[in-house]
Structures are given as structure tokens and as C-alpha cells.
């Protein structure tokens, strides 16, 4: 019987380790709670107790758990169509001026016109940073007056595009910014309200820093913390590669200048 005993024990711990997010998932969804088994899987031992006595009502609600949410009601076709119209719109991805006016103040219309062609349309971008990336190649023809003047007269096209290239990408980064910060400070509100409660549930004792909400930040959302922190650092290396393309461009364009002020 021992023997028989002995051997049961791993089966029946690893059986009760495995079902055990499971199941919180399934009592979580009975009390109007939806959670990912993926994440309750990678909540700390503070945090699954906490929830556990929630569920047991032996607790208050952690923060780190969503709001309850009612079973959705059949909505009268009126009722539908009132929701439909106090729905968030999608995010505005095209060029600000297409934007809703509103009362904010207003452009002319020339001016209007000089600040959009400032900016290149979505369709002109990859053909713009492509056409950056081709050199501009006189060779042995460097003593012609004649092939530097077109070579020149290229590069300052290169150079009015890089400028315009340039832009494009800081504004778009820009945009970007000011739509992340809405996810960011979601993320953020949620970290320091998990602190807090560890906090008044004496499972921490320092204060607060913004190191630690950042951590937190990245422990409650490891995927989303990590997929924005590659995004923006590949769009700040971008508008470093498009300062470079002006840069560069510009000093073409000032040593066609001195090698055709010689042949002249």
C-alpha cells in the first residue's frame, strides 16, 4: 500500500499543478471575469492566492483583475444604433489636415496646401526611400562641366527629398507617440494600482518609485511592454537614418558645387 502511495504522489501533483490555473480560469468566468489561462499561468503566488480569495469572498477584488462584466442584453435596434454612434472612431492614420475641423483654429488655404506638400503621401514613401538609397555616379567624367551640372541638379532633387523624407518619418513618429501614450498610461494606472494594493496588503514596504511601475508595467504586460519598446526604438533609429539621408545629400550637393566652380 505504501508502494502504491508513493508512486500515486507525482501523478497527483502534477494533475493538481496543471489544472489548477484551469480551473481559477473557469471560477473566474462564473463571477463575470475573463482571463486568459496564458496569464493566470504567469501571475506570481501573491497574485493567484489574492484572486483565490476573491472567489472564496474571504478578499476584496485585486486590481489586477478586470471588471467583472454583466451578460451582454439583446439591444433594441434603436439602442444599436445610439451605441454605434458613441463608439471610440478607429485611429486616424492619414494626413492631419483630413481630420475632423471642429472649433480648433484654422489654416488658409494656401497655407493649408504648403504644410501638406511638406509631407509625402503614403504611396510616395517607399519610392522616396528607395530613390535615397541610389547613388549618384559620375566616374571619369568628373572633368565635364556639362555631366556635374546634371549631377548636381540631381543630388538637389536628393537633397529637397531627404528634406521632405525627413519630415515625413519625425511626424509619423511623432503620431505615433501621442497614440501610445492613451495604451501607455492604461498600462501604467494598472501597474501602479497592483503596487498600491500590494502595498496596503503589506506585501511590500518601500514607496512606490517609478522604476518600480515600470517593472510592474513589464511583469502585467510582458508581450505589449516588449512589442512597443522594439517599436520605438526602431522609429528613433529611423529618424536618425533620415537625418542622415539629408546630411548626406546636402554634402553631395556641396562637392558637385566645388568641382563645378573649378571647371568652369
Same mark, same amino acid.
Request: proline share 6%; with cysteine; aromatic share 6%.
Given at each position: 500500500?505504501?508502494?502504491?502511495?508513493?508512486?500515486?504522489?507525482?501523478? /497527483?501533483? $502534477?494533475?493538481?499543478? *496543471? +489544472?489548477?490555473?484551469?480551473?481559477? !480560469?473557469? &471560477? %473566474?468566468?462564473?463571477?463575470? =471575469?475573463?482571463?486568459?489561462?496564458?496569464?493566470?499561468?504567469?501571475?506570481?503566488?501573491?497574485?493567484?492566492?489574492?484572486?483565490?480569495?476573491?472567489?472564496?469572498?474571504?478578499?476584496?477584488?485585486?486590481?489586477?483583475?478586470?471588471?467583472?462584466?454583466?451578460?451582454?442584453?439583446?439591444?433594441?435596434?434603436?439602442?444599436?444604433?445610439?451605441?454605434?454612434?458613441?463608439?471610440?472612431?478607429a485611429p486616424f492614420?492619414?494626413?492631419?489636415?483630413?481630420?475632423?475641423?471642429?472649433?480648433?483654429?484654422?489654416?488658409?488655404?494656401?497655407?493649408?496646401?504648403?504644410? /501638406?506638400? $511638406?509631407?509625402?503621401? *503614403? +504611396?510616395?514613401?517607399?519610392?522616396? !526611400?528607395? &530613390? %535615397?538609397?541610389?547613388?549618384? =555616379?559620375?566616374?571619369?567624367?568628373?572633368?565635364?562641366?556639362?555631366?556635374?551640372?546634371?549631377?548636381?541638379?540631381?543630388?538637389?532633387?536628393?537633397?529637397?527629398?531627404?528634406?521632405?523624407?525627413?519630415?515625413?518619418?519625425?511626424?509619423?513618429?511623432?503620431?505615433?507617440?501621442?497614440?501610445?501614450?492613451?495604451?501607455?498610461?492604461?498600462?501604467?494606472?494598472?501597474?501602479?494600482?497592483?503596487?498600491?494594493?500590494?502595498?496596503?496588503?503589506?506585501?511590500?514596504?518601500?514607496?512606490?518609485?517609478?522604476?518600480?511601475?515600470?517593472?510592474?508595467?513589464?511583469?502585467?504586460?510582458?508581450?505589449?511592454? *516588449?512589442?512597443?519598446?522594439?517599436?520605438?526604438?526602431?522609429?528613433?533609429?529611423?529618424?536618425?537614418?533620415?537625418?542622415?539621408?539629408?546630411?548626406?545629400?546636402?554634402?553631395r550637393c556641396r562637392?558637385?558645387?566645388?568641382?563645378?566652380?573649378?571647371?568652369?
Amino acid at each position: 500500500m505504501r508502494l502504491k502511495k508513493t508512486a500515486a504522489v507525482p501523478a /497527483e501533483t $502534477t494533475h493538481t499543478f *496543471e +489544472d489548477d490555473a484551469a480551473m481559477l !480560469a473557469v &471560477k %473566474l468566468s462564473e463571477f463575470g =471575469v475573463s482571463v486568459p489561462l496564458v496569464k493566470i499561468r504567469a501571475w506570481t503566488p501573491l497574485e493567484l492566492e489574492a484572486a483565490r480569495e476573491w472567489l472564496r469572498g474571504t478578499g476584496e477584488k485585486p486590481p489586477f483583475l478586470p471588471e467583472p462584466r454583466p451578460a451582454p442584453a439583446a439591444a433594441s435596434v434603436p439602442l444599436a444604433d445610439e451605441l454605434a454612434k458613441n463608439e471610440a472612431p478607429a485611429p486616424f492614420r492619414g494626413f492631419p489636415s483630413a481630420q475632423p475641423k471642429g472649433d480648433r483654429p484654422q489654416l488658409s488655404g494656401s497655407m493649408q496646401r504648403i504644410v /501638406e506638400m $511638406t509631407f509625402l503621401r *503614403e +504611396d510616395e514613401l517607399l519610392a522616396a !526611400a528607395e &530613390k %535615397l538609397r541610389t547613388a549618384i =555616379v559620375i566616374g571619369a567624367k568628373r572633368n565635364d562641366y556639362g555631366t556635374v551640372m546634371e549631377a548636381l541638379d540631381q543630388a538637389e532633387e536628393h537633397a529637397r527629398l531627404a528634406h521632405r523624407f525627413m519630415c515625413t518619418v519625425k511626424e509619423s513618429r511623432d503620431r505615433f507617440e501621442a497614440e501610445l501614450e492613451v495604451s501607455m498610461s492604461a498600462m501604467r494606472t494598472r501597474a501602479q494600482e497592483a503596487l498600491q494594493w500590494e502595498k496596503d496588503n503589506g506585501k511590500r514596504s518601500k514607496a512606490i518609485t517609478d522604476a518600480d511601475v515600470e517593472s510592474k508595467m513589464a511583469s502585467l504586460h510582458p508581450d505589449e511592454y *516588449e512589442s512597443i519598446r522594439v517599436e520605438r526604438r526602431r522609429l528613433e533609429l529611423t529618424a536618425k537614418r533620415a537625418e542622415h539621408e539629408v546630411e548626406n545629400w546636402s554634402s553631395r550637393c556641396r562637392s558637385l558645387q566645388t568641382i563645378a566652380s573649378k571647371l568652369r
